[in-house]
């Protein structure tokens, strides 16, 4: 079976830092795959997503990066966080080549930019 | 383009209550219909979906949601909640050809004792 693991669960960083956020997927290939950002009361804000390896596409401009090294993996990086980064963070995936995408997601990473 | 209103962001209920969370969306194309839930500091899960057939559709713990074409909505509903089925929903919307779904910005269903 498929499973999805986001690391870490929570983190609190000072403004300024860099982050680094990692998101894996097990039992599947080639999955399409998802960052979110959920701020406090708010709903989903798709930040980016990739079709396959080194394929990124951004949906937001933002002080963030996402990349994808290997196949079922993604990641999430910023050099220096901002207080606005505040928020928890999801990734997900979904079974590629299909519209009736079902996304799966991970437990997200609560992120704190004091 | 396709978009997603979840009109009510608090529904507030009774434990054995019925309860109704409403979404529209828009789209010129055929779509894919969801419902996700999330518990507290968690991922969402997937209640139920709308591919094609049916257009009732019944979910995991109880859910159910009837896709309505000409009034273009999907709500969900349970005919008697409990205060486990407090959470966030979102409503989703997928069309033909796209990888990405449109989620609605929530309903906090709050099931009191």
């Known amino acids: 079976s498929q499973t999805i693991h986001q690391w870490p669960a929570t983190l609190v960083q000072p403004v300024g830092s860099p982050l680094s956020l990692e998101c894996t997927v097990e039992?599947?290939?080639?999955?399409?795959l998802y960052w979110y950002r959920q701020a406090a009361g708010r709903g989903l804000q798709l930040l980016f997503y990739?079709?396959?390896?080194?394929?990124i596409s951004s949906e937001v401009p933002q002080n963030l990066s996402a990349s994808r090294p290997q196949d079922r993996q993604f990641i999430l990086s910023s050099k220096k966080l901002l207080l606005s980064d505040s928020g928890f963070y999801l990734c997900?995936?979904?079974?590629?080549?299909?519209?009736?995408?079902?996304?799966?997601f991970g437990a997200g990473t609560r992120l704190s930019v004091l | 383009a396709q978009s997603v209103t979840q009109l009510d962001s608090q529904v507030p209920v009774f434990e054995e209550a019925p309860v109704e969370l409403r979404c529209n969306y828009s789209?010129?194309?055929?779509?894919?219909l969801f419902w996700y839930v999330q518990y507290p500091n968690q991922g969402l899960q997937l209640l139920l979906k709308?591919?094609?057939?049916?257009?009732l559709v019944k979910g995991i713990n109880g859910f159910e949601a009837e896709f309505n074409k000409s009034q273009t909505s999907f709500h969900l509903r349970k005919p008697s909640v409990h205060i486990s089925d407090t959470a966030e929903y979102f409503c989703?919307?997928?069309?033909?050809?796209?990888?990405?779904?449109?989620f609605g910005r929530g309903t906090s269903l709050i099931v009191h004792p």
């Open positions: 997900a995936w979904s079974v590629q080549s299909l519209a009736k995408n079902i996304q799966y």
């Open positions: 039992g599947t290939s080639n999955p399409n």
């Open positions: 990739s079709v396959g390896i080194g394929q």
């Open positions: 789209s010129s194309v055929s779509v894919y």
């Open positions: 709308y591919l094609s057939g049916s257009t």
């Open positions: 989703a919307v997928s069309e033909g050809g796209s990888y990405i779904p449109t």
